[in-house]
């Protein structure tokens, strides 16, 4: 309990300061942001904690950030709105911590997964099936053009047209996702070279239709999966920031 104590007072306030005698007000939405790898691990991970408090600052919202899933219990996840799993990778999590996030969704909250949420726990069952696909591979960063298919969300509402043009690592994955997950934002394969498959070889990256971002409603709870922010530029640029934040109060209930 002490160590969980000590965490919440390290991040969750993050740099805003209360007068001692009067009591913080409660965040609309309390984020954590969980960004434990046990395969590639994206080196810009500390620029988007960073990304992520700023927008959690601005919005008066309090923010956790840990890559110690041991404290992923039901107890602890009681304190949260959204769990953010951000550019996590491959098997993170046991079985009883597996347990205590899928009743924190089925118990009406929300999961959130940034860029590499396919290439994450491809054996567990519960989350494969909220996802609805799993990463196979990518060719090298580089601008493509996005369809902006629903500009009715909160995560989308504010693209000035349907389309984007932008750079960024381009997810496929094993299937089309689309039959069980509502697509928001998917990529025109034939804008960038989906076929080129070098780290990947012998994947088929070409998929057709071809969704990036999506989210699902399988249970009483939320779960918002987007696969664009692998770049720098993608965290700094206003339209990506708009689009989480839009993510974040979609998926915590707020919109």
């Known amino acids: 309990m002490n160590k969980i104590l000590r965490l919440l007072t390290t991040f969750s306030v993050l740099g805003a300061a209360f007068a001692a005698d009067a009591p913080a007000p409660a965040p609309k939405i309390n984020l954590l942001v969980i960004s434990k790898t046990a395969g590639y691990r994206h080196q810009v991970i500390p620029t988007a904690i960073k990304a992520l408090v700023e927008i959690a600052q601005e919005a008066k919202w309090g923010v956790t950030a840990t890559e110690d899933t041991s404290l992923v219990t039901p107890e602890f996840l009681g304190h949260f709105d959204v769990i953010v799993f951000l550019m996590t990778t491959k098997t993170i999590f046991t079985a009883q911590e597996k347990a205590a996030i899928e009743a924190f969704v089925k118990s009406g909250k929300g999961l959130l997964t940034i860029h590499t949420g396919a290439d994450t726990e491809y054996d567990w069952p519960w989350y494969n099936r909220q996802l609805g696909a799993k990463f196979l ?115 915590a209930g707020l919109k």
């Open 137 to 251: 591979g990518h060719p090298p960063a580089q601008k493509a053009r996005l369809v902006i298919e629903d500009r009715s969300h909160p995560a989308t509402s504010f693209f000035p047209s349907a389309e984007w043009i932008t750079t960024d690592e381009w997810y496929s994955f094993d299937r089309d996702p689309r039959p069980d997950v509502h697509v928001l934002i998917s990529v025109d394969e034939s804008t960038y070279a989906v076929d080129d498959n070098r780290w990947f070889a012998g994947v088929k990256q070409r998929m057709g239709d071809h969704p990036l971002v999506w989210y699902s409603q399988h249970e009483k709870g939320r779960v918002f999966q987007t696969a664009l922010g692998h770049t720098e530029e993608m965290w700094a640029d206003p339209l990506y920031r708009a689009h989480l934040k839009g993510a974040i109060e979609w998926t």
